[in-house]
């Protein structure tokens, strides 16, 4: 078996029968709890409705005209802590605070009826009568794949810059295939081509003010949606070590061409992660999946305190990764190649909750230890890149390099410039980029409209 085939294969989604039995299990809430637990509006209440009803074009077309990724938050959402963790079909009580059936799975469920939309030929999606008004969009990520189709169902010639060789930005390039294929991203980005939108990959926006030179090239409006591709760093300034990756780049080898090279640093070799996010629990299945001797996964608080979702936790425990947890890595030992041979760590132990709201994890004096590694990946957060508020030098910006901007309409300080996703909100669910994309559309039509 290769290298593709064994972290490729993305879980089977439901059947026909499947959904249909699992959407007759809903209450068919008057005020659906589900659909106000939606933050792109998605809708489930009515699409599950539609469902029970027979009607599975209606309900792919409120799937569809609300969230032009909904196939993506289907796979991808944090389902549990959104629109299910609202479902009335629980029947919570003193005795079972946790309710006595689980709720309706309806990540599952709108993932069924987008791929049976595929299968079948049915479009819902229509291009709008054509306007003079052409609008920019930087960045194809979620959000700027969001913004760029509502204005382009609305009629507005959109090109997208896509800095990468395909579109898709962090849904490409950040998220293991064993948990969102391209082919199925692919099937997305074709809906939204098929609606006139343009896109110009391997074209970075850089340059002193290209961005707001864009207003000046025709363009009526400009999306920033450029996300976060700069890795947080264990050390500041860290020379060049090899065996040392950032989860970006990690993740990112194994779409673009470099997995068989990957596999060949990952097989048979000791590899330790460093964090305990969603992006943290890629990089040990992967590693696993690419024949990893052993993995660990090496996290400065407890296991309750991990952001990651509990299945992730759960599914990474039982593929044998080691969780070395209340251990906080400092530093780095090589050989006189640079070869990354050990990890340093100390001990931590819980102190004070922080902003977060998270227990503060405080260093114990004199507990510092080593472990012979042969790869480490930091998966420890994405940052705004330094040289990317050049292109736009007008437009305000906030702590850490992010852009301010109205929450609610994407405006920036410049007029015509308008901004989203996670150069706006930091690291974010991709549910949450999707509604900043349409938000910036919605805004984006009166603007040009005046």
């Given at each position: 078996?290769?290298?593709?085939d ?37 809708d ?48 919570k ?172 640093h ?6 330790a992660?460093?964090?305990g ?5 890629d ?40 969780f ?8 780095y ?61 007008n ?24 901004a ?5 909100r ?19 039509q ?5």
């Amino acid at each position: 078996m290769n290298s593709a085939d064994m972290i490729d294969k993305m879980e089977k989604g439901f059947d026909m029968g499947q959904a249909v039995a699992e959407a007759d299990r809903c209450l068919l809430c008057y005020d659906a709890p589900c659909s106000i637990g939606c933050p792109a509006n998605t809708d489930p209440g009515t699409f599950i409705r539609k469902l029970r009803l027979k009607n599975i074009t209606g309900a792919i077309r409120t799937i569809k005209q609300n969230n032009i990724l909904g196939g993506a938050c289907g796979v991808l959402c944090p389902t549990d802590r959104l629109c299910e963790k609202a479902c009335s079909a629980v029947f919570k009580s003193e005795e079972y605070p946790n309710g006595m059936v689980p709720p309706i799975q309806i990540g599952k469920i709108q993932r069924f009826l987008i791929e049976h939309s595929w299968e079948t030929g049915i479009n819902v999606l229509e291009k709008g009568d054509v306007k003079k008004e052409k609008v920019a969009v930087v960045g194809s990520g979620p959000s700027g794949l969001s913004c760029a189709a509502e204005l382009a169902q609305e009629g507005y010639p959109v090109t997208v810059f896509e800095a990468k060789a395909e579109p898709g930005g962090v849904l490409r390039y950040g998220i293991a295939p064993f948990r969102f294929s391209q082919d199925f991203l692919q099937k997305e980005v074709d809906e939204i081509k098929a609606l006139g939108v343009e896109f110009k990959c391997n074209r970075r926006i850089e340059g002193d003010k290209a961005a707001e030179n864009l207003l000046e090239q025709g363009y009526k409006a400009v999306y920033l949606a450029p996300g976060l591709w700069k890795a947080a760093q264990l050390k500041s300034n860290p020379i060049k070590i090899k065996g040392l990756y950032s989860s970006i780049d990690y993740l990112a080898s194994i779409r673009d061409g470099r997995l068989e090279e990957t596999t060949s640093h990952v097989a048979g070799k000791i590899v330790a992660v460093i964090g305990g996010g969603a992006v943290a629990m890629d990089c040990v299945a992967t590693a696993y999946k690419l024949g990893a001797k052993d993995v660990y996964l090496i996290y400065r608080r407890s296991y309750t305190q991990m952001p990651a979702e509990k299945h992730e936790l759960i599914e990474s425990l039982e593929m044998g990764v080691h969780f070395l947890l209340l251990n906080q890595p400092i530093d780095y030992l090589t050989d006189d190649q640079q070869q990354l041979t050990q990890i340093k760590c100390v001990r931590t132990e819980l102190g004070e909750p922080d902003d977060s709201g998270r227990r503060r994890p405080l260093e114990i004096a004199g507990t510092e230890w080593t472990m012979d590694v042969d790869m480490v990946i930091e998966a420890l957060g994405n940052q705004s890149e330094d040289a990317l508020s050049s292109i736009y030098p007008n437009v305000e910006i906030k702590s850490k390099g992010l852009i301010k901007a109205n929450a609610e309409t994407a405006e920036t300080s410049v007029p015509g410039i308008f901004a989203g996703g996670d150069i706006v909100r930091g690291p974010a669910l991709v549910v949450n980029a999707v509604q900043d994309g349409k938000n910036a559309a919605q805004t984006i039509q009166k603007y040009l409209s005046k």
